[in-house]
């Protein structure tokens, strides 16, 4: 069973354009929501994260935003550009465990 | 400072082989947990060390174990390995357990089985 579900699995956005994932959960004991980038042969690294007690967070031309009620967060990527280009899991963590993974959105930006 | 590193970055065995997979954390991070990623199911936990001990185990087979030595350099081990096994093995390390803080991913060991 997924515990977070990401969507779309590919997106490609014109250099310039804003890029948007979208991720879902289910547990409410989820208390962190991390984002996680990566490019061919690396491992992810950690992009942006929100905890649930702020709806948005803003880290230069990333942005999250959170509805804890919907129980849904997304990532914003403002003025898309090709080095973008790569693909970026979703996570959440309830306290003292292991992040759970969304299944990812391979990002493509075109110049 | 280095980053995590993985060896080896890629290897092939057989169905029903054993194979060991070696991660060497952040100088001074004591956390390291392990990771499976696939393109179907992304990428899903196997399991976190801290100070040589288990503390959170993920939902695979009694075939897939690991273990921590004292200086937080951790080893998997899977044994009779099947073509499904074939994935990316990610580790990741922190400075705690239970991913209070930043989790940092090596490049991963590509294992393919055939």
């Known amino acids: 069973q997924q515990q977070v579900k990401q969507s779309p699995q590919s997106l490609i956005v014109q250099k310039g354009g804003i890029s948007i994932i979208n991720c879902a959960y289910e547990?409410?004991?989820?208390?962190?929501f991390p984002w996680y980038q990566q490019f061919p042969g690396k491992g992810p690294a950690l992009l942006i994260a929100?905890?649930?007690?702020?709806s948005e967070k803003k880290e230069g031309r990333f942005t999250i935003s959170f509805n804890k009620s919907a129980k849904q967060f997304s990532l914003h990527i403002m003025d898309s550009q090709p080095g973008d280009s790569a693909t970026y899991f979703c996570?959440?963590?309830?306290?003292?465990?292991?992040?759970?993974f969304g299944t990812g959105t391979r990002l493509t930006v075109i110049p | 400072k280095a980053g995590v590193t993985q060896t080896p970055r890629y290897l092939i065995k057989t169905r029903g082989q054993q194979v060991t997979l070696s991660c060497s954390p952040i100088?001074?991070?004591?956390?390291v947990s392990w990771y499976q990623q696939t393109p179907g199911q992304g990428l899903q936990f196997l399991f976190e060390?801290?100070?040589?001990?288990?503390?959170n185990k993920g939902n695979f087979p009694g075939r897939f174990s690991g273990r921590q030595f004292s200086n937080s350099r951790s080893e998997m081990n899977v044994s009779t390995l099947e073509l499904g096994d074939s994935a990316l093995y990610l580790c990741?390390?922190?400075?705690?357990?239970?991913?209070?803080?930043?989790?940092?991913f090596g490049p991963g060991t590509r294992l393919t089985v055939l």
């Open positions: 547990n409410t004991a989820f208390d962190y």
């Open positions: 990741a390390s922190s400075l705690v357990a239970g991913g209070e803080d930043t989790q940092y």
């Open positions: 996570a959440a963590r309830r306290r003292a465990n292991n992040l759970f």
């Open positions: 060390y801290f100070s040589e001990t288990q503390r």
């Open positions: 100088s001074g991070h004591r956390s």
């Open positions: 929100i905890r649930p007690d702020v």
